[in-house]
């Protein structure tokens, strides 16, 4: 020191501490440690500023905790090994995959339900009342929807778009066009499919 210590409580006054958090600092070197129990005031000052800049940097992510990033590593690599095995073992499917399979049961399902009105509407003619049309009606969505669930339905790897694999004109989907309805809009393909 030249010339300029100070004793604790002036230290400890200066930085807002108390006199014990200034020696608790002193020890883990923050602050140098004091000669005759003086304390050098430009250190004091320095050391402290060097510490709240530390402590700024590593709350705002600037110095990372080795420690703790590691751990973050070992449990990232951890959760992508079990997601990896699920795949594997057939527990998980592609979202793109998923879309697929289930444009292919929508446009399955709407082919379905636009023939109705054809087919059913002889049949409310010839029906004498209301409830025979409901009768009618009902039994009409009933047999297209348990023909709809009869249907197997599997999830097919979704095509390379990359390497154009997959038919022209479908995306990957089965009878895509043969499912398009009177208005000539094909119904789950060449749109890509809905990201969730």
Same mark, same amino acid.
């Given at each position: 020191?030249?010339?300029?210590?100070?004793?604790?409580?002036?230290?400890?006054?200066?930085?807002?501490?108390?006199?014990?958090?200034?020696?608790?600092?002193?020890?883990?070197?923050?602050?140098?440690?004091?000669?005759?129990?003086?304390?050098?005031?430009?250190?004091?000052?320095?050391?402290?500023?060097?510490?709240?800049?530390?402590?700024?940097?590593?709350?705002?992510?600037?110095?990372?905790?080795?420690? =703790?990033?590691?751990?973050?590593?070992?449990?990232?690599?951890?959760?992508?090994?079990?997601?990896?095995?699920?795949?594997?073992?057939?527990?998980?499917?592609?979202?793109?995959?998923?879309?697929?399979?289930?444009?292919?049961? =929508?446009?399955?399902?709407?082919?379905?339900?636009?023939?109705?009105?054809?087919?059913?509407?002889?049949?409310?003619?010839? !029906?004498?009342?209301?409830?025979?049309?409901?009768?009618?009606?009902?039994?009409?969505?009933?047999?297209?929807?348990?023909?709809?669930?009869?249907?197997?339905?599997?999830?097919?790897?979704?095509?390379?778009?990359?390497?154009?694999?997959?038919?022209?004109?479908?995306?990957?989907? !089965?009878?895509?066009?043969?499912?398009?309805?009177?208005?000539?809009?094909?119904?789950?393909?060449?749109?890509?499919?809905?990201?969730?």
């Amino acid at each position: 020191m030249a010339g300029n210590g100070q004793p604790l409580a002036v230290i400890a006054k200066l930085l807002d501490l108390s006199e014990r958090r200034v020696q608790q600092l002193s020890r883990e070197g923050v602050i140098p440690k004091a000669e005759r129990g003086a304390y050098d005031l430009v250190g004091a000052v320095r050391g402290y500023v060097r510490y709240l800049r530390d402590l700024a940097q590593r709350a705002q992510g600037g110095v990372a905790d080795l420690p =703790t990033e590691r751990t973050r590593l070992v449990k990232a690599k951890a959760d992508l090994a079990e997601l990896d095995a699920q795949q594997r073992r057939g527990d998980l499917v592609p979202v793109a995959e998923t879309a697929l399979a289930w444009a292919a049961v =929508t446009a399955r399902l709407r082919a379905r339900l636009i023939t109705l009105p054809d087919k059913l509407a002889p049949l409310v003619h010839d !029906a004498a009342n209301p409830a025979a049309v409901r009768v009618l009606l009902r039994s009409a969505i009933v047999e297209a929807l348990a023909e709809l669930a009869a249907t197997p339905v599997a999830v097919a790897p979704a095509p390379d778009r990359a390497s154009g694999a997959g038919e022209a004109g479908d995306d990957g989907v !089965a009878d895509a066009d043969a499912a398009a309805g009177p208005d000539g809009e094909p119904m789950g393909g060449r749109q890509p499919p809905a990201e969730f």
